[in-house]
Every structure is written in structure tokens, then in C-alpha cells.
């Protein structure tokens, strides 16, 4: 099992950064492909990143991401990152970290830290 624990959410203006972080803990993740979901309200959620397992050479985003959100890993920590630049308030979402993603689908998720963008 694999618990995972999301924080650096909060509200910020658009243009503006933050730094979403989503530790695990119950067994390391350098075997896993982790991902970053989000939900808005009334829709259904979505991906946004994800890493591969141990070489991290392939990142994969969503279109509406691309050039704006970074997915990074650090196995020693055990812990993944989403490094989101000029966000624009369509970003507004609770943002959930995902382990085991296959297909842009999590197996082990967070509970979830809430992206407010104002404009």
C-alpha cells in the first residue's frame, strides 16, 4: 500500500506560481509512474502529468498544460512535484497525486489540496 499526501495548494492571482508536493509513504515510489489529476467543480477529473518509474526520462502533459506545469520526482524523498507557472483561474481545481498510473490512470491516490486562482 502507498499512502500519499498532497499539500502546497492555496490561492493565488492569475500569472502567478505554486508548488504542489505529494509525499508517499508505505513502500518507495522509485518503481512507480506518478501522476497529477485534477478536479473542478461539476467536472469530472482529469489528467494533468505524469513521470515514469526510475529514470524519469519521459514526461507526459496535457495540452493545456504544456509550457506552463512541470511534474518532477525525488526518489530519495519519496516525494513528487508540480512546479505550475502563470496559472489562469481555469486551473482552479483540487489537485490529487496519483501512484501506479497506467494509461493516465492512478491506482493510489492523495486526498487531494485545492488550486484557487483568482482573477
Known amino acids: 500500500q502507498v499512502q500519499l499526501v498532497e499539500s502546497g495548494g492555496g490561492l493565488v492571482q492569475a500569472g502567478g506560481s505554486l508548488r504542489l508536493s505529494c509525499a508517499a509513504s508505505?513502500?518507495?515510489?522509485?518503481?512507480?509512474?506518478m501522476g497529477w489529476f485534477r478536479q473542478a467543480p461539476g467536472k469530472e477529473r482529469e489528467f494533468v502529468a505524469s513521470?515514469?518509474?526510475?529514470?524519469?526520462?519521459?514526461?507526459l502533459y496535457a495540452n493545456f498544460v504544456k509550457g506552463r506545469f512541470t511534474i518532477s520526482r525525488d526518489n530519495a524523498e519519496n516525494t513528487v512535484y508540480l512546479q505550475m507557472n502563470s496559472l489562469k483561474p481555469e486551473d482552479t481545481a483540487v489537485y490529487y497525486c496519483?501512484?501506479?498510473?497506467?494509461?493516465?490512470?492512478?491506482?493510489?491516490w492523495g486526498q487531494g489540496t485545492q488550486v484557487t486562482v483568482s482573477s
Open positions: 496519483a501512484a501506479d498510473v497506467v494509461n493516465n490512470q492512478g491506482h493510489y
Open positions: 508505505g513502500r518507495p515510489i522509485i518503481s512507480y509512474a
Open positions: 513521470i515514469n518509474a526510475w529514470s524519469s526520462s519521459r514526461l
